[in-house]
């Protein structure tokens, strides 16, 4: 089972600074199979990045998505308050899905 | 626009058996390019997969839940269906179904249920 860790659990930024958030898999991940969810509090998480670098139909192009093999990372270029909510990474292979524990990025 | 929605009890008792529907609408479920899923999060607590099934019934589980898991499909309701036996207060959380779209991941979620374990 592959196991996704991601870093750093809080970030703490203020509006228009930039996130770089950081998914690393215990074994090389697809790609193809590699996304990114937002989540707000009392809400279902949101498909932001798939095909670990593809954004979600609407998405501003302030978030972006990279990496391959084992390590991947969402980078939200310059926050808006709406951005501030916690972020998952989540993969697909050998017929078995897991979730990053989440990243929370937070008001400064 | 494609639409999930989670129903079932909100309060189970220990050593019960959690039983949770997904109704999709807005589209069908049976296509072969889709699984449908399960997610939960317990409260304050990260998202965990519980399993995954397609149209024709073909399952994948979490193995870390498997043994108390099924789930299943009616697709002449255009639902699909969780049983989680032998629950104790760490199965507490809320339950999501999602539509897993192959590179797309999960696309669509449903609005979450919450289910408390208790006596």
């Known amino acids: 089972e592959i196991v996704l860790t991601q870093s750093p659990g809080t970030l703490s930024l203020s509006p228009g600074e930039r996130a770089t958030l950081s998914c690393r898999a215990s074994?090389?991940?697809?790609?193809?199979?590699l996304a990114w969810y937002q989540q707000k509090p009392g809400q279902a998480p949101r498909l932001l990045i798939y095909?670990?670098?593809t954004r979600a139909t609407g998405l501003p192009d302030r978030f972006s998505g990279s990496g391959s093999g084992t390590d991947f990372t969402l980078t939200i270029s310059r926050l808006e308050p709406e951005d501030f909510a916690v972020y998952y990474c989540q993969q697909y292979g050998s017929s078995l899905w897991t979730f990053g524990q989440g990243t929370k990025v937070e008001i400064k | 626009q494609l639409q999930l929605q989670e129903s079932g009890p909100g309060l189970v008792k220990p050593s019960e058996t959690l039983s949770l529907t997904c109704t999709v609408s807005g589209g069908s479920i049976i296509s072969s390019a889709y699984y449908w899923g399960w997610i939960r999060q317990p409260p304050g607590k990260g998202l965990e997969w519980i399993g995954n099934i397609y149209y024709s019934g073909s399952t994948y589980y979490n193995p870390s839940l498997k043994s108390r898991v099924t789930i299943s499909v009616d697709t002449s309701k255009n639902q699909f269906s969780l049983k989680l036996s032998s629950v104790t207060a760490a199965d507490t959380a809320v339950y999501y179904c999602?539509?897993?779209?192959?590179?797309?991941?999960?696309?669509?979620w449903g609005q979450g249920t919450l289910v408390t374990v208790s006596s």
């Open positions: 095909g670990a670098s």
């Open positions: 074994q090389s991940v697809s790609s193809s199979y």
């Open positions: 999602a539509r897993w779209f192959g590179e797309l991941n999960f696309d669509f």
